[in-house]
């Protein structure tokens, strides 16, 4: 039922999402160019709010949920499970109050509307996987502005996707460089359930009737355990909550 309704709905939500890519890229440019970071980020906030809403067309439920109180007068660093490309907007969307900025390869900069020029302009960091120099300068880059505006940073610690909803182990070293850099931030973990069965087969059909769950787990204060330490208490914690 899921995949046959995925053949018939597919179209409507490449369109729609699409669509919204469209429209944001001109938005985006003007926010930035003539009023700066705050009104672009707004335009990016909004731009992901239609994007995460998109899975409406699809009949996918989203479901956030978030029982705790995190500042927002200190870094944080969200660590995450990675499963599709649709973790992103809703990420960006119901954080949106935190700044988050993304490490991203740096090819993503081009040829996108709308996620390339948020990812060039948008304060995060973007790497050269076959440059370790200039990727650790990047996010030593970034560390610096979550100092200097308490903003807050998304990682995907399995380093790529989880295609089949299993966790791989998470990898230490981009928090490790981060936490020198920003030995106040907060460690929260975030756990997502069920967006890779949206891609189970592929680019088309996508599947439909699914729900769509982004969870934020009990925040780790980082006292004197080490980057390893909390890699995997926020890996543990996110394995619980979705059962892998």
């Keep these: 039922m899921k995949k046959l309704l995925g053949y018939l709905l597919t179209p409507i939500f490449y369109l729609t999402f699409g669509l919204f890519l469209a429209i944001f890229h001109p938005i985006q440019w003007i926010c930035y160019k ?3 970071y705050a009104a672009h980020k707004r335009s ?4 992901n709010f239609f994007l995460t809403y998109s899975q409406l067309t699809l009949l996918n ?4 949920k978030n029982g705790h109180q995190l500042p927002t007068d200190r870094p944080i660093i969200f660590v995450a499970n990675h499963q599709s490309m649709y973790d992103i907007p809703s990420l960006i969307w ?13 090819e993503l900069t081009k040829g996108i509307p709308s996620i390339s020029f948020n990812l ?3 304060g995060g960091a973007n790497i050269d996987r076959k440059d370790s120099k200039q990727s650790i300068g990047e996010i030593i880059k970034l560390g610096r502005r979550m100092n200097e505006k308490n903003w807050s940073t998304v990682i995907f610690a399995e380093g790529t996707r989880a ?6 182990p998470f990898q230490v070293g981009g ?5 020198k850099i920003v030995p106040n931030a907060l460690l929260v973990p975030v756990a997502i359930e069920n967006s890779w069965r949206v891609v189970r087969n592929g680019t088309y059909p996508l599947n439909a009737l699914l729900p769509l769950k982004w969870t934020v787990l009990a925040p780790i204060e980082r006292g004197d355990k080490s980057a390893e330490e909390l890699v995997l208490q926020a890996e543990n914690a996110i394995k619980k909550q979705i059962g892998k």
């Design 175 to 179: 928090i490790a460089t981060l936490l």
């Design 61 to 64: 439920g989203i479901s956030f």
């Design 94 to 106: 119901f954080l949106r109050k935190h700044h988050p900025k993304f490490i991203s390869k740096i």
């Design 44 to 47: 990016v906030d909004v731009l």
């Design 120 to 122: 060039k302009y948008g």
């Design 34 to 36: 003539l009023f700066g």
């Design 163 to 168: 295609k089949d909803g299993k966790m791989k």
